[in-house]
T-cell receptor, first 116, second 108 residues
Framework: NAGVMQNPRHLVRRRGQEARLRCSPMKGHSHVYWYRQLPEEGLKFMVYLQKENIIDESGMPKERFSAEFPKEGPSILRIQQVVRGDSAAYFC??????????????FGQGTRLTVV | DAKTTQPPSMDCAEGRAANLPCNHSTISGNEYVYWYRQIHSQGPQYIIHGLKNNETNEMASLIITEDRKSSTLILPHATLRDTAVYYCIVRWGGQFYFGTGTSLTVIP
């Protein structure tokens, strides 16, 4: 049973380009969380999605960032017109049940985005 | 979600038990206590969680005080591979809010 898979592991983008980060949850998991970790800081919640629905995006920046979790395929975190401040590690986590059931979530190894 | 307070760093001798404390004095009745760790900026690894009873699994034990205002994560026989940042999180139905955690260094 493979864990949460994120790709790419490392991504370099020039300022102004778009970054697409992919997350395939564990088998049987239909709930996905995205977190961002700036250098030397803790993880910050960005967005929580269930298949085809955004449940909570209270941690997402208001501009340039979007997320989706389609019926088929991985969850995508999209950053448009990247800036140097977007350089960070982006982690995805998945769980089998909704957050109201207090199950644990399992994290992927992250995508390290570097904006040059 | 309730906030947690953890010491910023701790050392532990290899082979000894590592006891990591966490204060969560504002925890509410429905909030669970979770522990995760992060090794070398890898993805956080789930360790254990509980509500009010003590819990044990193959990785660790979680001791929650009767008033639930604090808890202790116990790694019974620490190894060098347990060197990591350990996060104590209280959560009910919400996201996992990661604080700054405790940086545990296991010393040979």
């Amino acid at each position: 049973n493979a864990g949460v898979m994120q790709n790419p592991r490392h991504l370099v983008r020039r300022r102004g380009q778009e970054a697409r980060l992919r997350c395939s949850p564990m088998k049987g998991h239909s709930h996905v969380y995205w977190y961002r970790q700036l250098p030397e800081e803790g993880l910050k919640f960005m967005v929580y999605l269930q298949k085809e629905n955004i449940i909570d995006e209270s941690g997402m920046p208001k501009e340039r960032f979007s997320a989706e979790f389609p019926k088929e395929g991985p969850s995508i975190l999209r950053i448009q017109q990247v800036v140097r401040g977007d350089s960070a590690a982006y982690f995805c986590a998945s769980s089998p049940l909704g957050r109201e059931f207090n199950t644990e979530a399992f994290f992927g190894q992250g995508t390290r985005l570097t904006v040059v | 979600d309730a906030k947690t307070t953890q010491p910023p760093s701790m050392d532990c001798a290899e082979g000894r038990a590592a006891n990591l404390p966490c204060n969560h004095s504002t925890i509410s009745g429905n909030e669970y206590v979770y522990w995760y760790r992060q090794i070398h900026s890898q993805g956080p690894q789930y360790i254990i969680h509980g509500l009010k009873n003590n819990e044990t699994n193959e990785m660790a034990s979680l001791i929650i005080t009767e008033d639930r205002k604090s808890s202790t994560l116990i790694l019974p026989h620490a190894t060098l591979r347990d060197t990591a940042v350990y996060y104590c999180i209280v959560r009910w139905g919400g996201q996992f809010y990661f604080g700054t955690g405790t940086s545990l260094t296991v010393i040979p």
